[in-house]
Nanobody, 124 residues
């Protein structure tokens, strides 16, 4: 069992930055690949970024590539999402998720554990 708690969301103006954190507790965090997803009102939950269990490989959705950076600190059992140059279309609830596969599945079904989410609102 893995528990995930996101933090760091909030209200920011377009062009600004936020850093999301996802603190994990439970079974060996270093065995899990991690992903960040987001869900805007009326839309499906979508993949944003993923990182393999070692932290040595990452992947991003095209919409955030070059603006967002995912990182994983196995010692602190935390995964981060640095978000720069934020746009109003980035507004959503952001969720972190853990995959026992160890990679970064691009769909929600590839993840075993989810946090409750943190709201990010970007004003124009």
């Amino acid at each position: 069992q893995v528990q995930l708690v996101e933090s760091g969301g909030g209200l920011v103006q377009a062009g600004g930055s936020l850093r999301l954190s996802c603190a994990a507790s439970g079974r060996a965090f270093s065995n899990y690949g991690m992903g960040w997803f987001r869900q805007a009102p009326g839309k499906e939950r979508e993949f944003v970024a993923g990182i393999i269990r070692t932290g040595l490989s990452t992947r991003y959705a095209n919409s955030v590539k070059g603006r967002f950076t995912i990182s994983k600190d196995n010692a602190k059992t935390t995964v981060y999402l640095q978000m720069n140059s934020l746009k109003p279309e980035d507004t959503a609830v952001y969720y972190c998720a853990a995959s026992s596969v160890g990679g970064y599945p691009l769909t929600t079904g590839g993840y075993d554990y989810w946090g409750r989410g943190t709201q990010v609102t970007v004003s124009s």
